[in-house]
């Protein structure tokens, strides 16, 4: 160790007269410097263990005494048997079995085992007996070999999508956690991968860990990536790490949990966890009709660039990545995750940003190639697109009532439509831009300032067509020009502009119920409420109207 015992004690001293402690606890010296790693900068991490059952905080105390940064920490003997009890009842198991133990359990039980007794060998030698350290070895072998199966698994997928640099960064990567399960095997069991270079020296003469060097030290260009890419593959499996050879046809396309497809109008739509919701454009839209689960990889990919998609297998490792699809090895699924960092998952990209962010036909992809996430949790887009569409045909509705008021010169009916009109409209415009629940209908107009633009020209159109109140056919004809120009500023800022006439056709009213089946189905699915009881009826149906016989609801009458 860089200290020695009297540095140690005299360290330790100063700082148990620092805190509170039991006379009876056992004080050890952990991490790094314990391992005989460590320099000048190096934390002093103390580990306090206190004879009893009863849990203690684990949150650590920092000191700084002669010049170094001491750390304590405190376990009852309860919690670290319960920690030592868990990994030992892992011994023997199958290696994707250890894998699933927690990475901070494994480094807790590590740190004790290798630690450095300042005071109660005793009691810490009673506290090992419950995990023998050559059974830790065996099962830390086992837990870095699987997640460099795993990591050199992902990077043959990409390798086989194309994406090189990727396949190189995962295979490195997997060679890494490989070097680690070798380093196990020979009794180096220290987890956190900071001084796996100082590790590796204790192996002199080692012709694998030459071999290691010389691969990681390399430098290949841009063309010699895919081969540097095949060394590691090689070179983990000659470091004990069977299973990962590099053999594409291995490689199936799997459905990921909870993603579902969501056709609206022209757009597709892809909902993740019942929480986020992609748009797809055109590009990525085609290589997502390839998807076919059960299908090879290398398949679909060539399947892909068959429809004129250029590159598609970036598209494909972007589906992945996002958690859309999973990778399978021979029907087990690949889950790459670098312990010790930040768990992989699938991935969240910032979201897409557009004003407005919601058109009748959902989302409006960025650009051709984009699986673009919304700024909205998937229940909310649900609930302002149903409440967009049900906005546009407020707007319809109340046309159509109007037209019947005024010629009939019912003026205060008239009046009222108006604003059931100009009403409908701002639902449209506030729902297009994310705003779920809506504000009551008296408060529509002043909530116009949730929005990120100001939108004078609505703003000034609805406070007249509020305020005017038709007493003449020529008023009339006023009126209606006024909220013809009303409707056309709202739906050319909500993305409206295709909802069809309603009330004008048969071919209109069909375009306005596949319109609203695509977004209630949707809406249905994420437990939204629905904008009126009727439309259960339409979900009920497929989309058609419930009395009408077959090919009637196009007919006109």
């Given at each position: 160790?860089i200290?020695?015992?009297?540095?140690?004690?005299?360290?330790?001293?100063?700082?148990?007269?620092r805190?509170?402690?039991?006379a009876?606890?056992?004080?050890?010296?952990?991490?790094?410097?314990?391992e005989?790693?460590?320099?000048?900068?190096?934390?002093?991490?103390?580990?306090?263990?206190?004879?009893?059952?009863?849990?203690?905080?684990?949150?650590?105390?920092?000191?700084?005494?002669?010049?170094?940064?001491?750390?304590?920490?405190?376990?009852s003997?309860?919690q670290?048997?319960?920690?030592l009890?868990?990994v030992?009842?892992?011994?023997?198991?199958?290696a994707?079995?250890?894998?699933?133990?927690?990475e901070?359990?494994?480094?807790?039980?590590?740190?004790?085992?290798?630690?450095?007794?300042?005071?109660?060998?005793?009691?810490?030698?009673?506290?090992?007996?419950?995990?023998?350290?050559?059974?830790?070895?065996?099962?830390?072998?086992?837990?870095?070999?699987?997640?460099?199966?795993?990591?050199?698994?992902?990077?043959?997928?990409?390798?086989?999508?194309d994406?090189?640099?990727?396949?190189?960064?995962?295979?490195?990567?997997?060679?890494?956690?490989?070097?680690?399960?070798?380093?196990?095997?020979?009794?180096?069991?220290?987890?956190?991968?900071?001084?796996l270079?100082?590790?590796?020296?204790?192996?002199?003469?080692n012709?694998?860990?030459?071999?290691?060097?010389?691969?990681?030290?390399?430098?290949?260009?841009?063309?010699?990536?895919?081969?540097?890419?095949?060394?590691?593959?090689?070179?983990?499996?000659?470091?004990?790490?069977?299973?990962?050879?590099?053999?594409?046809?291995?490689?199936?396309?799997?459905?990921?949990?909870?993603?579902?497809?969501?056709?609206?109008?022209?757009?597709?739509?892809?909902?993740?966890?019942?929480?986020?919701?992609?748009?797809?454009?055109?590009?990525?839209?085609?290589?997502?009709?390839?998807?076919?689960?059960?299908?090879?990889?290398?398949?679909?990919?060539?399947?892909?660039?068959?429809?004129?998609?250029?590159?598609?297998?970036?598209l494909?490792?972007?589906?992945?990545?996002?958690?859309?699809?999973?990778?399978?090895?021979?029907?087990?699924?690949?889950?790459?995750?670098?312990?010790?960092a930040?768990?992989?998952g699938?991935?969240?990209?910032?979201?897409?940003i557009?004003?407005?962010?919601?058109?009748l036909?959902?989302?409006?992809?960025?650009?051709?190639?984009?699986?673009?996430?919304?700024?909205?949790?998937?229940?909310?887009?649900?609930?302002?697109?149903?409440?967009?569409?049900?906005?546009?045909?407020?707007?319809?509705?109340?046309m159509?009532?109007?037209?019947?008021?005024?010629?009939?010169?019912?003026?205060?009916?008239?009046?009222?439509?108006?604003?059931?009109?100009?009403?409908?409209?701002?639902r449209?415009?506030?729902?297009?831009?994310?705003?779920?629940?809506?504000?009551?209908?008296?408060?529509?107009?002043?909530?116009?300032?949730?929005?990120?633009?100001?939108?004078?020209?609505?703003?000034?159109?609805?406070?007249?067509?509020?305020?005017t109140?038709?007493?003449?056919?020529?008023?009339?004809?006023?009126?209606?020009?006024?909220?013809?120009?009303?409707?056309?500023?709202?739906?050319?800022?909500?993305?409206g502009?295709?909802?069809?006439?309603?009330?004008?056709?048969?071919?209109?009213?069909?375009?306005?119920?596949?319109?609203?089946?695509?977004?209630?189905?949707?809406?249905a699915?994420l437990?939204?409420?629905?904008?009126?009881?009727?439309?259960?009826?339409?979900?009920?149906?497929?989309g058609?109207?419930?009395?009408?016989?077959?090919?009637?609801?196009t007919?006109?009458?």
């Open positions: 160790m200290l020695d015992e009297a540095e140690i004690r005299s360290l330790a001293t100063q700082t148990l007269e805190v509170g402690h039991p009876s606890a056992a004080l050890v010296l952990e991490g790094s410097i314990a005989g790693f460590g320099n000048s900068r190096s934390d002093i991490d103390f580990l306090l263990v206190a004879d009893q059952e009863a849990d203690l905080p684990t949150m650590p105390t920092i000191f700084f005494i002669d010049g170094r940064r001491v750390e304590i920490r405190t376990r003997v309860g670290i048997v319960d920690h009890q868990e030992n009842g892992y011994v023997g198991r199958t994707r079995r250890i894998a699933a133990l927690d901070h359990l494994l480094n807790r039980c590590q740190r004790l085992l290798r630690a450095h007794v300042v005071h109660r060998p005793d009691l810490v030698g009673k506290i090992r007996d419950h995990l023998a350290y050559d059974d830790f070895a065996a099962v830390m072998t086992r837990w870095w070999a699987e997640h460099a199966r795993q990591s050199i698994r992902h990077s043959v997928a990409l390798l086989a999508l994406q090189v640099e990727s396949a190189a960064v995962w295979a490195r990567a997997g060679l890494e956690q490989a070097a680690k399960s070798y380093l196990a095997r020979h009794g180096e069991t220290y987890i956190e991968p900071k001084w270079s100082l590790q590796l020296d204790r192996l002199v003469g012709p694998l860990v030459e071999r290691y060097w010389q691969i990681t030290n390399a430098e290949p260009d841009a063309g010699g990536q895919t081969e540097h890419t095949r060394d590691c593959i090689r070179l983990v499996a000659e470091l004990g790490v069977p299973g990962c050879a590099e053999d594409p046809q291995r490689l199936v396309v799997a459905r990921a949990p909870a993603v579902t497809t969501w056709q609206i109008d022209d757009q597709v739509h892809l909902v993740r966890d019942r929480r986020d919701v992609f748009v797809l454009g055109d590009a990525a839209r085609r290589v997502w009709r390839r998807v076919v689960w059960g299908r090879p990889l290398a398949e679909l990919r060539a399947d892909a660039e068959r429809t004129g998609v250029a590159d598609a297998g970036e494909i490792a972007a589906y992945l990545r996002y958690g859309l699809i999973r990778i399978t090895w021979r029907g087990v699924p690949i889950s790459p995750r670098l312990p010790m930040a768990p992989l699938a991935v969240t990209p910032a979201p897409a557009s004003s407005p962010i919601l058109g036909a959902g989302a409006e992809p960025p650009h051709p190639r984009a699986i673009a996430l919304l700024p909205l949790p998937a229940p909310r887009f649900a609930a302002a697109a149903m409440a967009l569409m049900w906005g546009n045909f407020m707007i319809e509705n109340a159509e009532d109007l037209q019947g008021a005024l010629d009939r010169k019912q003026w205060g009916v008239a009046a009222l439509t108006t604003a059931r009109a100009v009403n409908g409209g701002l449209a415009l506030l729902s297009a831009h994310g705003v779920s629940p809506l504000p009551p209908d008296p408060e529509l107009l002043p909530r116009l300032d949730l929005l990120p633009g100001t939108y004078p020209q609505i703003r000034v159109l609805a406070e007249r067509l509020y305020a109140v038709a007493t003449s056919e020529e008023d009339a004809r006023r009126l209606l020009t006024l909220l013809r120009e009303y409707i056309t500023e709202i739906r050319s800022a909500s993305g502009e295709a909802f069809p006439s309603s009330f004008d056709s048969a071919d209109g009213w069909q375009r306005t119920l596949d319109i609203g089946y695509d977004l209630l189905r949707l809406g699915y437990d939204q409420q629905l904008p009126l009881d009727e439309a259960q009826d339409l979900l009920s149906s497929g058609v109207q419930p009395h009408a016989r077959t090919g009637a609801a007919q006109e009458t």
